[in-house]
């Protein structure tokens, strides 16, 4: 069987041992890595020691380089682990490193071309035959090098395309001012090449960010779909992932504005579907302005909630509007759960499961990504239970199969074996990613 990859990120392709050699023989300023990485593990990584014994010759450096690299069972916990992880590739390419230079497309372009080399390697050996690669490269360079280093990315996905692998890209957006990125994503897609680019990625830090922000973005994308469906881009907005900066409710509703704003993918979504119980009594906090948002979305669908058999208290939530309204947006409103309040939180996720169920949109599961990121020490806590059971649309992606040492194969055994799931079930989930391709879901393609 052949895999259809519809959640991968260029750069956490790339496994251990091409990237060592990438570096081995590179000037490489490791301080930005250390620093953060010192910061969520508490100790300083040794990498520069360990690339030191590469080069001398000493065969144990690899394995302790891979050790170092992978972000494993026992790393895992928060985003800010991760991202600590994933800054040793970050400080290893050029991508930082070229960051102000008059012309950084020349090297860009080797950097690319060896990495998307290794990964296509590596995806046929896994027995990928369709990679949606995701590339976020922000607002780094200028508008030209931008475009020309992507455009020589889809010259070269045009070469191997002919190797027994489908490789598409989808661009990644920033979080803070998308629209730069936007027009050199329709630029791209309308271009000679665009068959190649299928999809826009939000991704990275979610907190901050409201989906309610992006809605004329999303209806810019939809507009320019109808215009040019031929060249139909869809939107992959991770969401729901990391939520530690807001109330367990606010988090599920932010999966839901996502998917009814018009995202055609929902990366993670871990807190729409993840078991609240693994949480246990906690304390957490939130914004003024999130609580306000959340008390206008009790209030909108207090009826329906309702019937789910959450209280809504219409009056006191009136009153607490009102308080809140006098305060500083970015005070902080403190929330307490104890069993009965993490009982309300799983009548929510029903609630919006239904609600995303109703739109087109499908979640992307990344069952290793999931437990690690999201510290879900407990198979059963795992989303995707909740997610069957509710009969949610969903995919399995590997995230970053490089960084997190997985296959599409293993990710999938991972939820036939946990969720309990009948013999036929791997070959029914393999198929389900094909259909979830990007361009499948936005019409480009019939299914």
């Known amino acids: 069987m ?6 991968l990120h260029l750069y956490g392709t790339i496994r251990p041992a091409p990237f060592l050699r990438w570096v081995r023989d590179r000037e490489v300023d490791w301080g930005y890595y250390e620093h953060t990485y010192e910061q969520a593990f508490g100790a300083a990584p040794p990498v520069r020691e360990i690339v030191s014994r590469h080069r001398a010759g000493d065969p144990a450096a690899s394995s302790e380089f891979a050790d170092l690299f992978v972000f494993g069972d026992a790393d ?17 390419s050029e991508i930082v490193r070229l960051h102000g230079y008059d012309d950084p497309v020349p090297p860009l372009l080797r950097e690319m071309e060896y990495f998307i080399r290794a990964m296509l390697e590596d995806q046929r050996r896994s027995d ?26 889809l010259g070269l996905y045009r070469r191997e395309a002919s190797k027994g692998l489908v490789p598409r890209l989808a661009i990644g957006c920033d979080r803070k001012d998308p629209w730069p990125l936007w027009e050199i994503a329709k630029e791209l897609a309308l271009g000679p090449e665009g068959e190649f680019v299928t999809g826009v990625d939000f991704c990275n830090v979610e907190e901050g960010f409201p989906p309610k922000d992006k809605a004329t973005f999303f209806k810019t994308v ?6 040019h469906p031929e060249r139909a881009l869809a939107i992959l907005y991770h969401v729901g992932e990391s939520f530690g900066d807001k109330s367990l409710e606010s988090a599920v509703r932010w999966v839901q504005e996502a998917a009814e704003l018009g995202a055609h993918r929902l990366g993670h979504a871990i807190a729409l579907g993840i078991d609240p ?60 759960y104890d069993r009965d309040r993490l009982a309300e939180v799983r009548c929510r996720q029903d609630y919006a499961m239904q609600r995303v169920r109703a739109t087109d949109a499908v979640v992307e599961v990344c069952p290793t990504s999931n437990r690690r990121i999201g510290g879900i020490t407990e198979p059963r806590h795992h989303p995707v239970h909740r997610f069957l059971e509710n009969e949610v649309p969903f995919v399995v992606g590997t995230d970053d199969p490089g960084i997190f040492d997985t296959t599409p194969a293993d990710e999938i055994a991972w939820i036939v074996e946990h969720a309990k799931l009948d013999g036929e079930a791997f070959r029914e989930l393999a198929r389900r990613a094909w259909a979830c391709r990007s361009e499948v879901i936005t019409g480009r393609i019939a299914g």
Do not use: W
């Open 76 to 92: 895992g916990g928060s985003f800010e682990r991760f991202q600590a992880k994933f800054n040793l590739l970050i400080s290893g």
């Open 222 to 227: 939809h507009a320019f779909n109808h215009q």
């Open 2 to 7: 052949r895999f259809a990859e519809t959640h």
């Open 128 to 153: 990928i035959g369709y990679a949606e690669q995701r590339l976020l490269i922000g607002n780094l360079f200028p508008r030209e090098s931008t475009l020309r280093m992507l455009d020589g990315m």
């Open 277 to 336: 119980e693994c949480y246990g009594k906690h304390a957490r906090s939130e914004s003024v302005a999130e609580r306000l948002d959340q008390i206008a979305y009790d209030l909108a669908h207090g009826e329906a909630l309702e019937r789910r058999g959450i209280r809504v208290d219409r009056a006191a939530l009136d009153r607490e509007r009102r308080e809140l309204e006098g305060r500083r947006p970015d005070e902080r409103v403190e929330h307490t």
